[in-house]
């Protein structure tokens, strides 16, 4: 009964390639991110998504690009890897308007690894 | 912008109390959140103040003073298990979280 997955939890792959990552949440929730890990374990916001419409895009290069079929799910497509997107890229998922707790609820990350 | 500036790493024996500070910036102010990551795991959800005081949750208290914009994780009784990083955070536009550069907390026997 996984609140928030993720597929795959590791990625390594080559440098030029294009990749995608699947985030799927159960609980019901408006409201989809994407975050970014780096090496130094600082987490930033890449993408909001509420009810399957972008409402944050935070200065992420093109090459990346979010989907969301529907509120349930949350895709990350990368095109084009480059050596400095290897990191772990965090699915969360809240309920906006909460204000009482403002909980995310994480997915458990991919590490991405490019070579 | 937005900033929140807590310390790099704190170490801690097994048994005491810990108190892991942070510091913000921001402009429009909804509440701080802390959430705990053990090594190769996700951010979980611990605490979250909106309101002056404190919130106790079992062996670890959430602490908000908003006229000084600084709020404080304390852990109490600390254990091995405790040992983690732990991250401060504010709320930004359309819910998104903005996370200070977390605290690694190391506990030693």
């Known amino acids: 009964d996984t609140a928030v997955s993720q597929t795959p939890k590791y990625l390594v792959t080559q440098m030029g390639n294009d990749k995608s990552i699947k985030c799927e949440q159960n609980?019901?929730?408006?409201?989809m991110y994407w975050y970014k890990q780096d090496s130094k374990k600082f987490l930033k916001i890449m993408f909001s998504?509420?009810?399957?419409?972008?409402?944050i895009n935070e200065t992420v290069p093109n090459r990346f690009s979010p989907k969301s079929p529907d509120k349930a799910h949350l895709n990350l497509h990368i095109n084009s890897l480059e050596l400095g997107d290897s990191a772990v890229y965090f699915c969360?998922?809240?309920?906006?308007?909460?204000?009482?707790?403002?909980?995310?609820?994480f997915g458990p990350g991919t590490r991405l690894t490019v070579l | 912008g937005q900033s929140l500036e807590q310390p790099s790493e704190v170490t801690a024996v097994e048994g005491a109390i810990v108190q892991i500070n942070c510091t913000y910036q921001t402009s429009g102010f909804y509440g701080l959140s802390w959430y705990q990551q053990h090594d190769g795991g996700a951010p979980t959800f611990l605490s979250y103040n909106a309101l002056d005081g404190l919130e106790e949750t079992g062996r670890f208290s959430s602490f908000l003073s908003r006229s000084d914009s600084y709020g404080y994780l304390l852990l109490q009784e600390l254990q091995m298990k405790d040992s983690a990083s732990y991250f401060c955070?504010?709320?930004?536009?359309?819910?998104?979280?903005?996370f200070g550069q977390g605290t690694e907390l190391s506990v030693k026997p």
């Open positions: 998504y509420n009810n399957k419409e972008l409402i």
């Open positions: 609980l019901g929730h408006d409201t």
């Open positions: 955070a504010v709320r930004g536009g359309g819910g998104k979280l903005i």
């Open positions: 969360a998922s809240s309920q906006v308007g909460d204000s009482f707790t403002d909980t995310q609820y």
